[in-house]
């Protein structure tokens, strides 16, 4: 066993916590008095929940020198982000001469983990290789650059990359845009060039814009929100809004639920894409529980949203966060300690995505009925069985339109292996996510990704296309989930 194990909090917790003055010590006693148990992993958790991943941030060097860390990194989350690797002065340090290893390597390790690899970054005004951020380029020179990296780095990650992040950081804090080289060079119109440039190299992948304190409802996330809009009605493929969460301990935006669905109404995909909280070091009892209790509301916030589709973290154990490094006096914001013990945080997310943390709990409601095991099933298994689909119009500008379609188990199964079947005449798909699209004339067909394969029962999942078109269309008249028709 590679990965620590405190024992989780719950009623043998709280009595502890009176006597234990230091989290240092709790930790200790939590880790000694640890029964081993199976458990659910948090990426097991997160599918579960509609199919959302949960991920990490990683890094080169303690994924091939700490087999701790490797362990947690393969075991806990079902997404990974290079957390330096995928930038530009790491990848072409010199004008032309790249260095792929880094980077390769992190995507064969999510390849054989089963992880999906969110594309950190193309377009940044933050480490940028000395040669281009002192290069004195025009703007038509930029826009060269851009689009001979964005082939050169999207290109060689096609079909690897779930998601980019296709621009980052582009605002400043009162929502106006920053004044980035691109923006100097090729003022806002950057961004729609970069999307499209991303899309026309990947047009598989899922495109993001991504920023830091967009967390609620203020004139940065205002800002983005209104540029998100201008996208859109022009018609630029932009899939989804990633909210990093660079947060504070007892800080988190009372708005942040809300934000996330402003941007989900808009018929786009949000991810919480670098969460951490940080504190005041040194960590005490009452910080740590406090940090447990916002990690839970930030996953909740999350989950409340069907269409926030995954919580990533910035890093997996407090030594190598980028914080201390940054922030004077500050630390300890990730859900693993140095010695890669869970933290309360770890327990908050772990219990928040539906995690049991106390073995020794009933895994069910008393109270409730037992099932009589001689019951029929009331479907089918894996054979689609009863479904539900919601489908809408998000977006008609004529001569082009986007699409939202839900799938929703209303059965006591799992659909596994799902293939979605409806008619819509008129359209060309461009692009579709959240499933493997294909299309034949008016026939469309939607395969289940291969990392998000089955909808529980009770559970949905969301998928999303774009399409061109010639006048109006009429909505699909009939669904069907496995070969079964759906109400
Ligand atoms: O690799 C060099 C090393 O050779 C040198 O000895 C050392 C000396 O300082 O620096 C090393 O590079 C550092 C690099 O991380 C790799 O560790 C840089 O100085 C350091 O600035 C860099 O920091 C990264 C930071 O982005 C840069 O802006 C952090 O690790 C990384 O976590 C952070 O991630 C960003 C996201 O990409 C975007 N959102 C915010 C987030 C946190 O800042």
Redesign the pocket.
Known sequence: MTEVRHRPPGRARRSLGLLLSSALAAATLWATASPAHAEDTLRDLAAQNGGRHFGA?I?YNPLNNDSQYRDIAATQFSAVTH??EM?WESLEPQRGQYNWSQADSIIDFAKSNNQIVRG??LV?H??LPSWLNNGGFSGTQLRSIMDNHIETVAGRYRGDIYAWDVV??AFNEDGSFRNSIWYQGMGVDYIAHAFRKAHEVDPNAKLYI?D?NIEGINSKSNGLYDLVVDLLDQGVPIHGVGI?S?LIVGQVPSTFQQNIQRFADLGLDVAIT?LDIRMQMPATDSKLQQQANDYRAVVNACLAVSRCIGVTV??IDDER??VP??FDGEGAPLLYDGQYNRKPAWYAVYEALGGTTDPTDPPTDPTDPPTDPTDPPTDPPGNGGPCDVDYTVVNDWGNGMQGSITISNTGSSPINDWTLRFTLSGVTISNGWNGDWSQSGSQITVNAPSWNPTIQPGQSTQLGFVASKSGSTAAPTQFTVNGATCS
């Open positions: 941030a890094t957390e330096n930038k950190h970054t940044w933050s480490q980052n950081e991504n830091y990093q660079h670098e910035w890093g966060s980028w490094y940054t």
